[in-house]
Structure formats: C-alpha cells, structure tokens
C-alpha cells in the first residue's frame, strides 16, 4: 500500500539477510520510522510494545522471528533444540490473545525440524508465510467487495457508509488488511464508499492507524468516538459493520479489539450486518467456546490513564486520569457467533458455525 506515494508492506527482509524491516507503529501518524529487528529480543519487544501489532502481522513477525533465533543461537556457538524451542516458546508469550502468532511459530519449528539446513529453511518458510498472507488479503477482498456491490446496487450508487473498529488495515496485516480489504477493492472500482472510523480508545488504532491508511489511499472517511456507532446506526447512517479478528473460534466466537462486541450488539439490533474479515490462520480450530476459553490480554493500565499527541510539533503524552485513580485495561472481547453475519475469508464467505467454517479446511 501507499505512504506518501510510495508502495510499502510492514515487514521486509533486509538486503543483509540478517534482518527483517518493520513500520514503527507506536508513533503514527505522527512521524514515519522504520525500525530493523535482529535478534530474538528485537521480535519479542516489537510485538508486546506494538511496534508491529495486528494479528497477521504479529503472525509473521514471529515467524521471522524463530529464524532470528537460529541465527542468533548459530553465531553464539549455542544452536540446539532445546534452546530453539525456549526462543520460540519466548516469543509465543509477546502477545497471547492473537492465534497468528502461536501458529506461525510452530509452522517454522514444524518445517525446521524437517531440515538439516535449519537456518535457511526458516526463512524460506518465513518469506513464503509472509507472501502467503499477502496474498489471503488480497483474496479477502476480491469476495468480500462483492458484500458491498450488492449495497450499492441497493442504494443505487450512493454511497455506501462503513463502520470499522481497530486497525484491521495493511498497516496490521502485510498488505491490504482484512476489514479494509474489500473497502479497497471497491475504492478501486469506483464504488462511493465512506468508512467510519472508531478512535478506538485506548490506543486509539482507528484514529490514528486506520485513519492514516484510508486517507494515504484517498479512501472518503470520518473519526468518531468509540460509542457513536450506535447512534449512526439508529439514524440510518451506517449500511454495514466490518471488523478484524485476533482470534476465531471453531464455532464462530471472535475476538477482536475492546469494544468490538458492543459494536456487534448495536448491528444486531439495529438489523446492520456484521462482518469479520479473517485470513484461515486466525481460526483457531482447537476451541469451541471463546468467551470460556480464549485468553484475553490485560495490558498496562498508563495506557487508559495517558494519551499521546503533538503539542508544537512535538510527540507528547499527557495524563488525562486523577493521579491516584486505578485503571482496567483488557485488550480484547469476544463476539459471540450469533451476533456475526458472516466471516470474509481467502476461500469465501462463510457463516459463523462449526459446520460452515470447518468446509472451509
């Protein structure tokens, strides 16, 4: 995608093949910074302090990251299983809730154990992952445009008004987003579209990243605060709802950023469709219940009690809690399947059950 008329994805091998390139997120739109990560601590670090964040993304980043560790482990003299396991195992532990990430490691331990020539296999597979998801975000938006044509042809050819929550964006995948895929692709073919974008407190995604992105890419938007989405869909203002996921259950729960199902419930009762746009490696097959069963990050509670901005030019954060007032910061909810339309994924569209999302395996 575009950044200032240049084409970038958020992680790229470095040309010294010792390194991967990322987008340092945690200071967009701010200032543009590209960060090179080199070791094991660099892929742990990136992750849990959401300098690259968004579960493809994460996903990747970690797969690069158990060749980082052989490499390392390599160049120490101190290359053996057991000590490639506990690297792998470490950077598991950088973010729990999103499944990309436990996936994409084992995938690369599965293959390196395959293999003799195990730094090299690991980053063969890392790279292949890497087009991979590329390439099920593309997919995600050539069927899911099809959702948002049908609207148009409805509301014949006015636009079609959309409401995102978080950064579903390439800016959390590698290119083309999940939930901003199809927005894209009918950007594209010149369909009227207008995406209302969630701030997203309380890092606030949306108005800073998915805000970024869309008007990078010249696609029509508006922030709003997190809890105006109900009101807009009470008035009519609002055709469709389409989010992320970091995590998909076997029968349809999905959990996405904090907020997400209050989102859900206002669609449902409001009869909007409620969309989640997902790469198969974010459905987590081993769980039936994601309420009871998928592990919800807690993260630093100076994250709800500080904000971050520009005052003269300047990055600042500024408190905006009493100083003695305790804060709650859960990173996720769950969605329940019965409040999801449809899952938008690289081999289709699918309902939210057991029974439709195992035909897509």
């Not at 099809?146 to 509301?155: F, G, L, N, Q, R």
């Not at 009918?186 to 606030?204: L, M, S, Y």
């Not at 997400?260 to 490696?281: E, G, H, M, R, W």
Request: a negative charge.
């Amino acid at each position: 995608m575009n950044i200032s008329n240049k084409q970038y994805t958020t992680i790229w091998l470095n040309e010294d093949n010792q390194s991967v390139s990322v987008i340092d997120q945690r200071i967009l739109p701010f200032k543009f910074e590209i960060l090179s990560l080199k070791s094991t601590e660099d892929v742990f670090n990136a992750i849990s302090d959401m300098t690259v964040r968004g579960a493809p993304l994460i996903g990747v980043t970690g797969a690069f990251g158990v060749w980082l560790s052989a490499l390392e482990l390599v160049k120490a003299n101190n290359y053996n299983l057991d000590n490639l396991k506990k690297e792998a195992e470490y950077i598991k532990s950088s973010r729990p809730t999103a499944i990309n990430l436990a996936y994409a490691v084992d995938r690369i331990m599965a293959k390196m154990l395959d293999s003799s020539d195990t730094v090299s296999i690991a980053l063969e597979e890392a790279e292949i992952f890497r087009l991979e998801e590329i390439e099920n975000c593309r997919l995600i938006g050539l069927h899911g445009v099809s959702i948002i044509e049908e609207i148009s042809k409805k509301k014949q050819g006015e636009t079609v008004n959309i409401l995102t929550h978080c950064n579903a964006g390439w800016l959390a995948c590698i290119d083309y987003g999940t939930a901003t895929a199809p927005i894209y692709e009918a950007f594209n073919k010149g369909i009227k579209v207008h995406v209302w974008v969630d701030e997203t407190r309380p890092r606030n995604q949306g108005a800073r990243l998915t805000a970024f992105e869309l008007g990078e890419h010249g696609v029509p938007h508006t922030i709003i605060a997190d809890n105006t989405g109900g009101h807009l869909m009470q008035h009519g203002m609002v055709d469709m709802v389409i989010v992320g996921s970091d995590r998909t259950t076997a029968n349809g729960d999905v959990a996405n950023k904090i907020g997400t199902y209050l989102k859900a419930l206002a669609a449902k009762d409001n009869n909007i469709p409620f969309y989640v746009a997902l790469p198969l490696s974010t459905i987590d097959m081993t769980m039936n219940n994601g309420i009871a069963e998928i592990p919800i990050e807690t993260r630093s509670e100076d994250e709800v009690r500080f904000m971050e901005g520009v005052v003269n030019g300047e990055v600042t954060k500024v408190r905006i809690t009493p100083e003695n007032s305790n804060a709650l910061n859960y990173g996720f909810d769950v969605t329940p399947a019965r409040l999801v339309t449809g899952l938008i994924t690289e081999r289709g569209i699918s309902k939210a059950d057991k029974l439709e999302i195992a035909k897509l395996f």
